[in-house]
């Protein structure tokens, strides 16, 4: 699903070099749910905007679905965005003029779907995030919760293969957490591919896999699903 | 996705009012203070009769001072003809048409007792006035050759006199009483405003057209007094009315209609042949120059367009230009406090030409919204030219579906342009160092 290979990125300035990641090495395959953990400047935000080709890299390969994204242009990136991956920010990046239903048709407008089945998408995804009664209603009406579950509806509404999520409990208190990872858990189980950034090692144990991220590269990778049946 | 652009920018322009307002409001000023300028230019170098400007021309032949040319600085001959010059023209019937006019007036004196006497400006012309210039007509027609050379009493009256004597009624066939003689009406014009008064602007090329039309020849059985200018090189011969018609004195225009260029260069012909005569007679001292000028090489050799109306229009693009620049500054601050927005489109899945589109169209739709503001201020701007220089420019300040429909395409185009950089900026927004920050 995900396969990047010795990818390298250097932030530059005139003053200094910033290594961000250093032959990064990682593999994601279709269904899993990853965690990415590690301190703060390991590098796991720049592993996640390259992953979602929000960022270019310097060196390495990236294989993402089988297609080699290295040599893609700023229309071809965007275009497979749309279609195969759905982002997931800390702060919900909800567009705060829009309701909950114009929010979710953002990514669908870019698609080109027409307005039947836009509806229809987005309809079901905010009624697998339970908010299909509140449609018409702005963000700034909802709970920090509540506007997490729209973006989960948002980045579902496409129907993509991929789901990115960046520190998406980052803002929330322990019970709405929680409940958001229940529904990312209901998600990865009906098939969509999970890679999750976390701080949180609670959230992080689980996901079905954990990386530990630490100086630009992968330092440990942990089964948790393997773990959990060896701990019995 | 077009309409979804538009609904965009309308929630964008909704979500910053105080901004957007101020965009408006500087494209409305710089369109509204180019629109009147433009409005004042346009009118006054407008085509007045498109279909036959390029066979209408009007004659001039340099009867003038010896000594001192009429126009020092062009060379041109006078802008008018003599009397005995415009008849001598006429009378060889050399155009396929002509006709010869003056400036005059006099009192009438209606039928009715209710309506007072009042005086009118009476335009002194021969029969092909009427289909040379096209003027439609409300009641009847205008008169033949023969009313011109029997030298009959006859009148065409305006819409807006016909409405004064009688009460808008036909009243061909019905008499007034016209500088003290007894006139029969022939017909009635309907509305009819040339903008500009191209037939006579030597005598006010955006005054109203003269009030009653009389056979040109009459001036000089009647004695009817010449209105308008009267520029005269040397003094007449002696005091009194015939011995002005024989001077040197120009008060008189002549229009010919010449369909080809054939028909213009034997027309000039017979113009030198013309002077050539006069000049074995002692006339006509200076040397060979005569012209005959189209409607529009003639409006603009006698600057119909003022040079000041062309500075002023200059100056209000100038501003027009000022108003974008601020225009650009307010959309490229509106523009960058749309970042995170503009992150998250490019993350979900928008291409930078997307976003180019969205932000373009929002720049366009406050663009048209400043145009329509625009248009308004025109109006006023307008009714403010009326009220400062009343009706000398009547006729120059109304704002017609083109000069509406340029308006609203100059606002809009020159939004869309400052739109170009700002949006240029929004497109080239990181997503990734967005998304984060928010």
Redesign the interface.
Request: overall charge neutral; proline content about 3%.
């Given at each position: 699903m995900l396969t990047m290979t010795n990818v390298k990125k250097v932030f530059r300035t005139d003053l200094v070099e910033t290594h961000a990641l250093r032959d990064f090495n990682l593999q994601v395959d279709e269904g899993e749910f990853v965690a990415v953990t590690g301190p703060s400047g390991s590098g796991k935000?720049t592993f996640l905007?390259i992953a979602?080709m929000?960022?270019t890299f310097n060196e390495g390969t990236y294989q993402l679905d089988g297609e080699d994204v290295s040599h893609l242009n700023?229309?071809q990136r965007?275009?497979l965005?749309?279609?195969k991956i759905g982002?997931i920010?800390?702060?919900y990046?909800l567009?705060p003029?829009?309701s909950l239903f114009d929010n979710v048709d953002?990514?669908l407008?870019?698609?080109g779907f027409d307005a039947k089945e836009r509806k229809k998408r987005i309809e079901e995804s905010l009624d697998i995030v339970g908010l299909a009664n509140r449609m018409k209603h702005l963000p700034s009406q909802l709970s920090g919760g509540q506007q997490q579950r729209v973006a989960i509806a948002?980045?579902l509404a496409?129907n993509p293969r991929f789901l990115l999520a960046?520190e998406p409990t980052g803002n929330l208190d322990s019970a709405m957490a929680q409940s958001v990872m229940e529904l990312l858990k209901e998600i990865n189980k009906k098939g969509t591919t999970i890679v999750m950034v976390t701080h949180d090692p609670q959230l992080a144990t689980q996901a079905t896999r954990n990386i530990f991220v630490k100086d630009g590269q992968v330092s440990e990778i942990n089964d948790v699903v393997a773990m959990h049946v060896a701990n019995g | 996705m077009f309409g979804y652009y538009v609904k965009l920018a309308f929630k964008s322009i909704k979500k910053n009012p105080l901004l957007s307002f101020l965009m408006v409001f500087a494209i409305a000023l710089g369109i509204g203070a180019s629109m009147t300028t433009i409005t004042v230019n346009y009118l006054m170098s407008a085509n007045p009769i498109p279909d036959k400007s390029e066979q209408l021309f009007y004659v001039q032949v340099d009867s003038w001072d010896p000594h001192n040319a009429f126009n020092d600085e062009s060379g041109d001959p006078p802008n008018q003809l003599t009397w005995t010059d415009a008849n001598n023209l006429f009378d060889a019937q050399k155009a396929v048409k002509q006709v010869l006019m003056a400036k005059s007036g006099g009192i009438v004196v209606p039928e009715d007792k209710n309506i007072n006497p009042f005086e009118v400006q009476i335009r002194l012309s021969t029969a092909d006035f009427f289909p040379m210039f096209d003027t439609p007509f409300l009641f009847g027609s205008g008169w033949d050759m023969a009313v011109d050379s029997k030298l009959e009493q006859v009148v065409v009256l305006t819409k807006k006199i016909n409405d004064k004597i009688f009460g808008g009624e036909n009243s061909v066939g019905r008499n007034i009483t016209l500088a003290g003689q007894n006139f029969k009406v022939v017909g009635v014009l309907d509305s009819w405003e040339p903008v500009p008064k191209f037939y006579d602007v030597n005598n006010g090329a955006f005054d109203e057209v003269e009030d009653v039309f009389v056979p040109f020849k009459l001036k000089e059985t009647l004695e009817l007094p010449s209105w308008g200018n009267v520029n005269c090189w040397k003094s007449p011969d002696s005091e009194g009315f015939k011995a002005f018609l024989r001077s040197e004195c120009i008060n008189f225009q002549m229009w010919v209609q010449l369909d080809n260029q054939e028909q213009q260069s034997d027309y000039l012909m017979f113009l030198d042949n013309y002077v050539s005569e006069q000049k074995s007679l002692g006339r006509f001292p200076r040397p060979m120059n005569n012209k005959v000028s189209d409607v529009m090489t003639w409006m603009e050799n006698q600057q119909v367009v003022e040079d000041d109306a062309k500075m002023m229009m200059w100056m209000s693009f100038m501003f027009l230009i000022v108003c974008l620049l601020n225009t650009v500054g307010l959309l490229l601050a509106k523009f960058i406090g749309k970042s995170s927005e503009i992150g998250l489109r490019r993350a979900i899945g928008a291409s930078k030409g997307q976003v180019f589109q969205q932000h373009i169209i929002e720049s366009a739709t406050i663009g048209l919204l400043g145009g329509i503001a625009g248009l308004l201020l025109a109006l006023l701007g307008l009714k403010g030219i009326e009220s400062l220089y009343g009706d000398f420019v009547k006729n120059l300040i109304s704002l017609d579906f083109t000069m509406a429909a340029t308006g609203l395409l100059i606002a809009l185009l020159s939004s869309v342009l400052a739109g170009l950089y700002p949006t240029w900026r929004a497109c080239n927004i990181q997503p990734a160092t967005q998304l984060k920050s928010q």
């Open positions: 935000t905007n979602g929000l960022e700023d229309n965007s275009k965005r749309n279609e982002f920010f800390q702060s990046n567009i003029d829009l953002v990514p407008r870019y698609r948002r980045a496409g960046d | -």
